[in-house]
């Protein structure tokens, strides 16, 4: 019975992606002005209203940009967008003024990483957990730098196997990790792959500490901006913490789908208006 319903769903997907025409170019080894996004909104199907509506921005090349917002606000559905594993319902995003949907899926997410708060668990060899952000080009030294980054080698060294033990319990002598532990090789697995054009972090750090989250996802920034000189990457976090948006170029607030406030962090706490207040009582909790 199972594997008939197994079947009639890989029928349905076979169908859906027949409806697909693969376009003929390819991404740009680099970006010149950025991601532009026009009028766009997004409405998911089922539901009767949309995550995103009207939304113009640009993320302009090297930069990188903290998405803030109460939960429901749009934030992970324009994370989903820029990664295309949706196209808006309405409007259109550009990369260097060209229509994202003039590229094929597979050469845009092959110039994409990511790391996101619902991440995977794969029961595979931990070396291969990390090596499946960037199969082409995953060799040992590249996961090792990987784990580094993600401050997860002290981890991988208390494993009994080390970088080659077997995760998930369902194999015999597999190991299983804690919430925090499959983050951290979340993270390294986001950062396997060299010079993005594009690394989005939806809540990447959600089941560390503060202090964990700042040593991670500072060195990663520093990073970014010394290879944007090379490839011009976009950075976008989205993050509740604000001793991590603080850090980032610029601050996109959202509200109920639409762009409330958008400036650095400067300039948005100097406005007074719902950052500033969103900031505030964060800052209370730490006095």
Do not use: C
Request: net charge negative.
């Amino acid at each position: 019975m199972q594997s008939s319903q197994h079947v009639a769903r890989l029928d349905e997907v076979k169908q859906y992606a027949a409806g697909f025409v693969t376009p003929s170019g390819s991404a740009p080894a680099a970006l010149g002005r950025g991601l532009e996004l026009r009028g766009v909104s997004f409405t998911y199907p089922g539901a009767t209203e949309p995550s995103l509506e009207g939304v113009d921005l640009m993320l302009e090349r090297g930069t990188t940009v903290a998405l803030v917002g109460e939960n429901g606000a749009g934030k992970s559905t324009l994370v989903s967008l820029l990664a295309r594993l949706h196209d808006p319902t309405t409007g259109s995003i550009l990369v260097d003024g060209r229509p994202l949907s003039d590229i094929p899926h597979a050469h845009w997410q092959a110039r994409l990483a990511a790391v996101f708060q619902d991440h995977a668990t794969p029961h595979v060899l931990v070396r291969e957990a990390v090596a499946m952000g960037d199969l082409a080009g995953a060799t040992d030294e590249r996961v090792d730098a990987a784990l580094e980054r993600a401050d997860a080698t002290g981890l991988v060294d208390g494993l009994r196997g080390g970088a080659d033990t077997q995760l998930g319990r369902q194999f015999a002598g597999g190991t299983e990790l804690s919430g925090g532990q499959w983050q951290r090789l979340a993270i390294a697995r986001g950062m396997l792959r060299d010079g993005p054009l594009l690394m989005l972090l939806d809540e990447p750090s959600s089941a560390l500490d503060a202090q964990a989250e700042d040593a991670i996802l500072g060195g990663y920034l520093e990073r970014a901006r010394e290879a944007s000189g090379r490839t011009g990457g976009i950075t976008v976090i989205v993050s509740h913490r604000m001793s991590t948006v603080r850090a980032a170029d610029r601050v996109v607030h959202l509200v109920d789908g639409h762009v409330a406030e958008d400036g650095t962090h400067e300039e948005l706490r100097a406005a007074d208006g719902a950052y500033a207040e969103l900031f505030e009582l964060q800052a209370r909790s730490y006095r």
